[in-house]
């Protein structure tokens, strides 16, 4: 009885080393690894592992000649803590990794995560070797993490590009895209800009409301239209200023700029098609567009003591235009900067005459930038309305919002 208990014993176990063999080699369960010692997974292999995951990554990148990945150390800790006091990491969400990323950094513009579990190593390389999002040009970065489930191993790994905060020293040094974040709605959203000759109205993508006016001038360099200003100061012709009506004193001015000014094309003095020129600039070259022209005359106006604004909109006749208004008391001119008749006082049009034709969209001065949410038959009659008119709200800094 003993002899065939034993008998059997040794059947069963048999048997059963033949099916571990069968699932070991099956690669169904490591049953190696079930009485094999646990590697720990501490911050060597971390290393290690992100290593070996870059150079299984950009041999693949290099074969298609894609720029290589490199390593992001701040995000790479950040995810490494991320993953580690996270209760289930294998349960991982990929919306969850991407909202907790951009929460964190708001240029991260470009994303990419894979969650992979295996009880190998090289399984894990491998497929993350593998992964199509890898040898995507729009990534730059690998950052990896590695934990354990029980005697399985996990990995999340996030390719990325990190945008640097839109400045406008950075973007006449090298151009490129930035992220910003909006002053009306604090949300944070990718632009880009480069070199080159086009006014820009910069808008959130959220709301829809300005936020600024870019422009170049004549050197290239890329300047907001407040920075166009040079405080600018005439002699007025009609003597001192408490012998002449406020009226008088416009036409006065205004008439200076028209007679020393021609009207000149950007193509005309540049090789680009859209520069702008600065109040001094405009008035020592005695010629300019309507841009320059109406920069110089509102300059010109404030200097003087008066409430002027440039405004950028659209004219009935010309199409996309600039040309300034000025307010006297509660009464406000439209002042058409590129006349090149004589200026009298049959010159001046009050702005609701006017509207019709000058439909304002932005309006700046020395300080501010005027942005309207109002219905055009509204702020097309009134450029000083606090109510229609705001002025956008300095930038705030990026403070844990997400990126769209």
Known sequence: MVRSLTCFGGLALVAATAILAGLQLSERIDVLGLFGPVEPVDEAYQRGFRSDAMVRINRVRDSFDVELVRGDEELQAYLRSFVGSHPDPGDLELEEIFSMLQTEFPG??????????????????????????????????????????????????????????????????????????????????????????????????????????????????????????????????????????????????????????????????????????????????????????????????????????????????????AWVVVRVGETQYVLESTLQNEIDSDSLAKVDEASAFYQPEQLFDRGRLYYTTARPEKFGVDYFSDDLWKPVPSAPKARGLTLR
Do not use: M
Not at 118 to 134: I, M, N, T, V
């Open 108 to 321: 991260a513009q470009y994303l990419a995560a894979n969650l992979v579990v295996s009880p190998d190593r090289e399984e894990l390389l491998r497929q993350l070797g593998a992964w199509s999002a890898a040898a995507n040009p729009e990534f730059d970065s690998i950052t990896t993490s590695v934990f354990r489930q029980n005697r399985r191993l996990g990995a999340l790994g996030v390719v990325s590009r990190r945008l640097p905060e839109f400045s406008l020293a950075q973007a006449n040094q090298k151009g490129g895209r930035f992220y910003n974040t909006c002053p009306h709605c604090d949300e944070v959203h990718a632009l880009e800009l480069g070199g080159g000759s086009s006014t820009l109205i910069l808008s959130c993508p959220y709301c829809d409301r300005p936020f600024d006016v870019l422009a170049a001038d004549t050197s290239g360099r890329i300047r907001r239209a407040t920075e166009f200003f040079d405080h600018v100061a005439l002699a007025e012709p009609t003597g001192p200023e408490n012998r002449a009506a406020p009226e008088e004193r416009i036409v006065g001015l205004w008439g200076l700029v028209a007679d020393r000014c021609d009207y000149e094309i950007d193509q005309d003095h540049s090789e680009v098609r859209e520069v702008w020129k600065s109040s001094r600039e405009t008035w020592e070259e005695k010629a300019g567009d309507c841009e320059d022209t109406s920069i110089l005359l509102a300059d010109v106006l404030i200097s003087a003591g008066f409430d002027a604004r440039v405004a950028i909109g659209w004219n009935g006749n010309i199409g996309q235009h």
